[in-house]
């Protein structure tokens, strides 16, 4: 049986309606209980939880001043009816998060779509929880403006990411997949794979944002200008245990970071993270590309490169890194031999969005990654780094 397919042709504002035949106030079934998303949000009170069915829906939505559970009762697509967000959130509080639970976001639109992104948020708090974001582009508008943040795009309020992944999305401005402005802003166990931007940040743009990035993959993701991977001007970054490979761009081919004039400099924090095969066009800095006084600072780098490593520029001399390649392909510990370590490792990291344990590079640290590792048992098999 094809699964069924949910259409909301007009933009909802999501009001509080009373539901007299909802024998669960606080969930709200789409479509057992309520024919659209619409409606059942309409229905609910803050806090509520409004679950979906298996299948497909065509949304364009707005939430605007409560904070509700978008949850998946199953496998579940939601795609833009119209070229429009397809959740627009707005004023929303930090004790009213607006969260997204297992939802799969896709971005396929006939024609050149100018501003369908899954979710754009304005001074509202959200959160994606085992969200998926595929194909997302949206193009010039029609004043010819760029847009930015090709999945999600916020300003102000929060965001939280966890378990997350987002592929093949692309912006005409910066942030491929995500654009945040004067936000706080977590991304963990996340993934960000072939995203790319017109301008800065292939995969991340942050303005004047309090990030904390960890466990976090990011694989080839390209910017026109700077930034291959992430792209933050002003704020402070905290990264940990993420792997950066494979970014392109004219400057920093994995990040870069720099201070504004009117929010500050920009502190950049990064520990126990790998970076490999990025690559500029121009500039100096394959890695990481730095324009203040402050950081990034660092508690271990592990950099590899195809030809030439050049490191962190502007200033050298605040950086602190190791420049040599994985010395193992199964080592997650990183001391030179595959042993019960790292067995330790693994287990530790079960079920986990690792860069370091998931070997397999599947995504999930996993009984693959037990094969992976038993097979390289004692040895050292030496890293295979290769663009993928």
């Known amino acids: 049986m094809h699964p069924a397919t949910y259409a909301c042709s007009l933009l909802f504002a999501a009001n509080s309606v009373a539901a007299p035949f909802d024998l669960f106030p606080d969930i709200h079934d789409v479509p057992a209980e309520y024919p659209t998303v619409s409606i059942a949000l309409a229905a609910s009170s803050d806090g509520d939880t409004i679950r979906l069915a298996p299948g497909a829906y065509h949304l364009n939505i707005i939430i605007s001043g409560k904070g509700v559970r978008i949850q998946a009762d199953g496998e579940v697509t939601i795609e833009a009816n119209l070229d429009a967000p397809i959740f627009t959130i707005e004023g929303t509080w930090e004790d009213s998060m607006v969260t997204f639970d297992g939802i799969n976001f896709d971005g396929s639109f006939a024609g050149d779509p100018q501003d369908v992104r899954a979710i754009k948020g304005t001074s509202a708090h959200i959160e994606c929880v085992g969200c998926e974001f595929e194909d997302f582009a949206p193009g010039l508008g029609i004043d010819q403006s760029v847009r930015s943040g090709g999945a999600i795009s916020v300003s102000g309020g929060s965001l939280s990411l966890f378990q997350c992944t987002f592929d093949d999305c692309e912006a005409s401005g910066d942030g491929g997949a995500l654009s945040a402005s004067v936000a706080s802003v977590a991304i963990d166990e996340s993934a960000f794979w072939n995203c790319d931007s017109g301008d800065d940040g292939g995969a991340i743009k942050l303005y004047s944002c309090s990030t904390e990035l960890s466990q976090t993959s990011l694989y080839s993701n390209d910017a026109s200008d700077n930034g291959g991977h992430v792209f933050m001007m002003a704020g402070n970054l905290m990264v940990n245990r993420c792997a950066f490979m494979w970014g392109d761009a004219m400057e920093g081919g994995a990040a870069w970071s720099g201070g504004s004039d009117f929010f500050g400099d920009a502190e950049v924090t990064v520990t126990n993270s790998l970076f490999g095969g990025n690559e500029v066009s121009e ?48 080592d997650p510990n990183e001391d030179g031999v595959t042993d019960v370590l790292d067995l330790l490792e693994v287990l530790m990291h079960w079920g986990e969005r690792d860069p370091f344990t ?18 390289a048992w004692g040895g050292c098999e030496p890293f295979a780094f290769e663009v993928v």
């Open 358 to 375: 998931d070997l397999n590079w599947d995504d999930t640290t996993d009984a693959g990654d037990l094969v992976e590792l038993l097979d």
């Open 283 to 330: 500039g100096m800095a394959d890695v990481w590309h730095h324009e203040d006084s402050i950081g990034p600072y660092t508690g271990s780098w592990k950099l590899c490169a195809t030809s030439s490593c050049t490191g962190v520029s502007y200033p050298v001399f605040a950086n602190s890194y190791v420049d040599n390649c994985l010395d193992c392909a199964a």
